[in-house]
């Protein structure tokens, strides 16, 4: 192992992130920064892959974080119903109308947010990113039939306001967030019901009284200023989330071109490093769309690296806020790596709340996938997560050198 990965490997890497924290600066999804990023992941992939290749897609990048502004209005709206609602000539009407708003909201908290559905996508404008692909192999004279993705993210994310100010506070916040909702819901559908039913129930009513004077106004500040607007990149330069990922992808193909004998039989290892993850892992579901057949076709694994910042590296057993399950025998085999190279590792599954990773629309279409993750939660989370401070000062080369050990080991043992 140790003539495979070299001490060169891991300086790379760490200047790698310090030279895109310092030269380019954030790049949240769709900005130009985000593309001055990618193109500096272009030119190093050229230095060391013969095929390298620029994948243009279009998303609506402000969708999948911004949602929370309108939902914080039509919370209010839904409120307004209810207080117009206390006129008996127009309370079912108007209760119907409170009692879907709430519904809508708790809807695009669950399919926009929990599952990573283009719900309301189509709302927003759509605008340019890309994915950078470089491949090796296979081997000469190979037929190929076998694909292995090392991939991560160039994008940053626009930075958390409440986790940034907060601090462990940011929980709290989101506790209200994310209860608040289901609780207007309840209490709006409650008191439909009753409506219909035609029976008295008062204490939904003062519920919603006590609802609209202590949790609304807390709902709305905390859904209007969840994140910065993003102008000039944003502010977050993402050096742990997730160029710490991107600079793993770049080392590895570094350490295959010289030692292509890592290369298993019969199969092209590529390079992916996505664009716009912070937008609801746009870049690796329309990488996935457009690529699904070959994907399927060549018996793909997707090897995907996020938020590299441990040493005690975590390997995902599901993802998408644990709704989608990555392949036990994926796991079970970098597991088995990881024991091999002597790297200390837990396996966990994704919590809800914790988002997604670019490996999640691969294993939700079926394909062979998980993530190696790196934060120490909550620590981690507080001191720079989603924060201005997520800089190239915070890179823990022993944490790089570990997951780079688990991925060769893992291609080692794949032959």
């Keep these: 192992m140790g003539e495979r990965i070299l001490d060169a490997d891991i300086d790379y890497a760490n200047d790698f992130i310090k030279m895109i924290c310092t030269t380019i600066g954030p790049g949240c999804p769709c900005s130009p920064q985000e593309r001055a990023r990618a193109m500096k992941v272009k030119e190093e992939m050229e230095k060391s892959m013969d095929d390298v290749h620029y994948e243009e897609f279009t998303c609506a990048p402000t969708a999948f974080l911004k949602w929370l502004q309108p939902a914080a209005l039509l919370a209010v709206a839904a409120i307004a ?25 708790f809807l695009l908290m669950i399919f926009e947010f929990g599952l990573t559905r283009e719900v309301i996508d189509v709302l927003y404008p759509r605008k340019k990113s890309a994915n950078i692909i470089g491949k090796l192999g296979p081997n000469s004279g190979e037929e190929l039939r076998h694909v292995i993705l090392f991939c991560g993210h160039h994008d940053s994310v626009l930075q958390f306001t409440w986790l940034r100010y907060l601090k462990f506070g940011y929980y709290i916040a989101i506790g209200i967030l994310f209860a608040g909702v289901i609780y207007l819901t309840a209490l709006l559908g409650i008191r439909l019901f009753t409506l219909l039913a035609g029976i008295q129930v008062t204490w939904v009513i003062t519920q919603l009284i006590v609802f609209s004077c202590s949790l609304l106004p807390a709902i709305f500040v905390i859904g209007m200023f969840f994140t910065e607007r993003g102008k000039e990149g944003g502010s977050v330069p993402g050096a742990i989330d997730n160029l710490s990922a991107v600079s793993l992808v770049l080392a590895m193909g570094r350490i295959v071109m010289r030692n292509p004998d890592l290369i298993p039989p019969n199969t092209e290892i ?52 644990g709704f989608v399950q990555h392949d036990r025998e994926l796991v079970s085999s970098v597991a088995d790596a990881a024991i091999v190279a002597g790297v200390p590792f837990l396996i966990k599954p994704m919590l809800f709340g914790g988002g997604n990773t670019d490996a999640m629309k691969f294993s939700a279409s079926h394909i062979k996938a998980l993530s190696l993750f790196g934060l120490k939660l909550p620590a981690d989370m507080v001191a720079f997560y989603h924060q201005n401070t997520d800089n190239y000062d915070k890179v823990n080369v022993e944490a790089l050198k570990n997951a780079l050990k688990i991925a060769v080991t893992y291609l080692q043992r794949s032959k």
């Design 270 to 321: 590529r390079f992916i490093s996505f664009g716009c993850e912070e937008a609801g892992v746009r870049g690796s579901m329309n990488y996935v769309r457009s690529h699904l057949a070959e994907l399927r076709e060549k018996d793909a694994v997707c090897f995907n690296f996020e938020s590299i910042h441990e040493p005690e590296i975590t390997i995902f057993s599901s993802d998408c806020n």
């Design 81 to 105: 119903s209810f207080y117009l609602s206390l006129d008996p000539a127009k309370a079912v009407f108007l209760s119907i109308i409170a009692f879907m708003i709430a519904k809508f909201i």
